[in-house]
């Protein structure tokens, strides 16, 4: 038995039992007819037919069971009007994760924020925030973020980083110790199964910041001597339930632009040749003294004409910060 398949089978018992609870008590058949479905299931898992289409026999994707164990049928045998089904439930997905985004640009308590967020599909597992002062004289938080994993299985982590850091800013510990927390949270809830890197400012008066890295990529500083990377990072999100966090103290000038950004900008890929960070940094030299939207639309352009019409591969997200004027 799989991994999944053994936690699948876990969560059908316990649903199982559940259900029993309610067709015995309510005596209605909707509660008969998925307890069925959910027997069915469990049934499946046992004489290992779990996971397969009822239709063409081929392996349905891992992360659509992970949501959804009942399922029967793989993405190509859905009846039109199933698959019609599911694109609306996606579309509504993804404007439901819109909803959780910061501003695209804006300025305020001495700093200028601008973010360029864009999913590969109508989920991302991208995630942005700029979590304003709790109180007066706090300083605001602005986090970057990437589930591993991609589509809705990653969305629905990333909406779950951001209802986890949401709920642990107001609580004023340092970067480190939020990070420790956030990170026991979320193995806990991913079971180490999933992860996510993350880089986590919180941003002071005078151009003053704190920088703690989770395995994220590094960010960028840049300025009139160019283009460099700020040093420093723990592990990813998730992992492990006891690692441990350091932050950098550092501050931005007013003409350094910091950038942050996810994997889905430098490894990018036409055929088997990476965009890099060597375009990347050169992407952004070009780009420095543009305003923060168009510098971000520049960055994202210089992507686009490498990969020259060919797909993305990952979801994009990419964040500026300057000392607001
Ligand atoms: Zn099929």
Not at 224 to 234: A, N, T
Not at 244 to 260: D, K, S
Request: aromatic fraction near 4%; proline fraction near 6%; hydrophobic fraction near 40%.
């Amino acid at each position: 038995m799989t991994p999944l398949e053994a936690r699948t089978l876990e969560r059908l018992q316990t649903r199982r039992a559940h259900l029993a609870g309610l067709a015995k008590a309510r005596g209605d058949h909707r509660w008969v007819d998925l307890m069925r479905k959910v027997d069915a299931a469990i049934g499946a898992i046992e004489v290992g037919t779990w996971g397969h289409c009822a239709v063409c026999h081929d392996l349905i994707s891992e992360g659509r069971l992970a949501e959804d164990p009942l399922l029967t049928v793989c993405l190509s045998c859905l009846s039109e009007a199933d698959r019609r089904a599911l694109e609306r439930d996606l579309q509504s997905a993804g404007k439901v994760q819109r909803t959780l985004l910061p501003p695209a640009h804006l300025a305020r308590d001495g700093w200028e924020v601008a973010h360029l967020w864009e999913p590969r599909g109508p989920v991302s597992g991208d995630h942005v925030d700029l979590i304003p002062p709790y109180a007066p004289g706090a300083p605001a938080h602005l986090l970057l973020g990437d589930v591993s994993g991609k589509g809705v299985a990653a969305s629905l982590l990333q909406a779950h980083l951001h209802a986890l850091f949401r709920a642990l800013v107001p609580g004023g510990q340092t970067l480190p110790e939020l990070l420790q927390r956030a990170n026991e949270l979320f193995a806990e809830a991913t079971s180490s199964v999933s992860y996510a890197t993350l880089a986590a400012l919180r941003l002071g008066c005078d151009g003053r910041f704190s920088l703690a890295n989770a395995g994220h990529p590094r960010p960028f500083l840049a300025d009139g001597r160019g283009v460099r990377p700020i040093e420093g990072g723990g592990l990813p999100l998730g992992l492990f339930c006891d690692s441990a966090y350091t932050e950098r103290e550092l501050r931005l000038q007013p003409g350094q632009t910091l950038l942050l950004y996810t994997d889905g900008w430098t490894e990018s890929a036409k055929g088997d040749m990476e965009f890099g960070i060597g375009r990347a940094a050169a992407a952004l030299r070009r780009a420095r003294d543009l305003p923060l939207p168009e510098l971000l639309a520049s960055c994202r352009a210089e992507l686009e004409a490498f990969l020259g019409g060919s797909p993305r591969g990952d979801d994009l997200t990419l964040v500026a910060v300057r000392r607001a004027a």
